[in-house]
Nanobody
Framework: VQLQASGGGLVQAGGSLRLSCAAS????????MAWFRQAPGKDRECVSV????????YYGDSVKGRFTISRDNDKKTVYLQMNSLKPEDSAVYYC????????????????????WGQGTQVTVSS
């Protein structure tokens, strides 16, 4: 599967952005989808994960209550709604996909994902 992330930009603190990740190729519904981010000088971290059906999700502690992940399998797209943005949310955001069986548990390790998008820059000004 090929992934194309979009929706990043410059926003003031407290604002919102919605990232999209469009997939091409068959069987999108067989993929667990995730958003990772990497700020300058920092390690890449897992922001959020959603399972194949959308029925199970994970959020990193720093974004809980502010970010919402969702997916539309018919449109082959995963979204990340980001509200109440903070300057520390500034980073390049990457979407990633991992082909899994339906009962696979949520996976947050980036090494487990073998399909990555190109990244989209999010900058939050104070």
């Amino acid at each position: 599967v090929q992934l194309q992330a979009s929706g990043g930009g410059l926003v003031q603190a407290g604002g919102s952005l919605r990232l999209s990740c469009a997939a091409s190729g068959p069987s999108f519904s067989r993929y667990m989808m995730a958003w990772f981010r990497q700020a300058p000088g920092k390690d890449r971290e897992c922001v959020s994960v959603i399972n194949r059906s959308g029925g199970s999700t994970y959020y990193g502690d720093s974004v809980k209550g502010r970010f919402t992940i969702s997916r539309d399998n018919d449109k082959k797209t995963v979204y990340l709604q980001m509200n109440s943005l903070k300057p520390e949310d500034s980073a390049v955001y990457y979407c990633a996909a991992r082909s899994v069986i339906s009962s696979a548990p949520i996976e947050i390790r980036q090494a487990s994902y073998n399909n990555w998008g190109q990244g989209t820059q999010v900058t939050v000004s104070s």
